[in-house]
């Protein structure tokens, strides 16, 4: 059966980090991979693009190309939704047997015990783990302990089920953050060849970057 795999996250902005993994884990697991831009709960520091701006700046990146998608979903809801509870609505809209794929950077991942109910990511997914330069891949013991049965050995192993299994993707290796992006376009300086070349050609894209404060 077609598998669904999401990438969510701020994706303020989006970069070429995030674009050249997404494409090599569609290219690995064989399906297209939405890219599902989050509100920021009131309690986290605020993205410095309204969501308008995320999902514009998402549109320019995925235009001539279909195996990246764009999704949103959580944007859509008037509050900020936990992942667990956009899982559970993906369910719902797309059948108990459906296997689902959450990808999650090797940064993310560690900190997955932080996660509102997230013991039940593993009912509801699989999760897939992609490779990120600066993270040594070392895990919280609770969270070693609940994937060492989940393991899967190799890609095919997520086709068989609709969620519950861990796979580490090794992904080309890319140091770029979105943090070090602001940072950069705050200092006035060029950011190309780290972010799509779409948003360099629109300026209004990159305009809430534009002033001091990173
Ligand atoms: P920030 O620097 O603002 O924290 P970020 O670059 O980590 O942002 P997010 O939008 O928070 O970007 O990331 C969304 C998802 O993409 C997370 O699962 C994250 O681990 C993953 N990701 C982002 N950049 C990379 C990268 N260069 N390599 C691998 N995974 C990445």
Redesign the pocket.
């Known amino acids: 059966m077609k598998r669904i795999a999401i990438?969510?996250?701020?994706?303020?902005p989006v970069?070429i980090?995030?674009l050249r993994?997404a494409l090599e884990a569609a290219e690995a697991l064989d399906t297209p991979v939405r890219l599902m831009p989050a509100h920021v709960p009131p309690h986290r520091p605020a993205p410095r693009a309204s969501p308008a701006q995320r999902v514009a700046m998402l549109r320019a990146a995925l235009t001539g190309q279909d195996r990246l998608q764009l999704d949103t979903r959580e944007l859509d809801r008037a509050e900020p939704s936990y992942t667990v509870d956009t899982l559970r609505q993906m369910r719902v809209e797309f059948g108990a047997v459906q296997p689902l794929i959450l990808?999650?950077?090797?940064?993310?991942f560690a900190g997955l015990p932080t996660w509102h109910h997230w013991r039940a990511l593993f009912d509801l997914a699989h999760i897939v783990v992609?490779?990120?330069?600066g993270h040594s891949g070392a895990l919280p013991a609770e969270l070693a302990g609940e994937i060492a049965v989940r393991r899967a050995r190799v890609a095919a192993d997520l086709h068989a089920s609709p969620g519950g299994k861990v796979f580490d993707l090794p992904?080309t290796p890319?140091?770029?953050?979105?943090?070090?992006v602001?940072a950069l376009l705050a200092a006035g300086r060029d950011p190309r060849w780290l972010i799509p070349e779409a948003l360099l050609a629109d300026p209004a894209l990159l305009a809430a970057y534009r002033h001091a404060g990173g």
């Open positions: 990438l969510g996250g701020t994706f303020d970069h980090g995030h993994v990808l999650l950077g090797a940064d993310a992609l490779t990120r330069p992904v890319l140091e770029i953050s979105a943090s070090a602001r």
